[in-house]
């Protein structure tokens, strides 16, 4: 199984990137994907997450309103797309895998892909 992440960057306050994270080597049916982050000196928390099965989607309170995850299944592709980023947004970012729904705890994640950095800073 393979996680490849992308879209990172430098933005300003009020900005916005999107975040990709394609999949490749998965077989199960039933699972949660989405994106954690952890900023320097935190440990790593769930951000948003989305329901293979129905497509429903998780988003942590700081980010709801803020922050858009969907899908192109066809692609085998997630985004997060991130609008109004805020200085506390800087964080990698690792896009991760959990089995049968959305788990937003690392502790239950199956598979990461590797980090992207978000830095927001004028």
């Known amino acids: 199984v393979q996680l490849q992440a992308s879209g990172g960057g430098l933005v300003q306050p009020g900005g916005s990137l999107r975040l990709s994270c394609t999949i490749s080597?998965?077989?199960?049916?039933?699972?949660?994907i989405g994106w954690f982050r952890q900023a320097p000196g935190k440990e790593r928390k769930g951000v948003s997450c989305i329901v293979s099965s129905d497509g429903d989607t998780y988003y942590e309170d700081s980010v709801k309103g803020r922050f858009t995850i969907s899908r192109d299944s066809a692609k085998n592709t997630v985004y997060l797309q991130m609008n109004s980023l805020k200085p506390e947004d800087t964080a990698v970012y690792y896009c991760?895998?959990?089995?049968?729904?959305?788990?937003?705890?690392?502790?239950?994640?199956?598979?990461w892909g590797q980090g992207t950095q978000v830095t927001v800073s004028s």
């Open positions: 991760a895998v959990t089995p049968l729904t959305c788990l937003m705890d690392r502790a239950y994640v199956d598979h």
């Open positions: 080597g998965f077989t199960l049916t039933y699972y949660g």
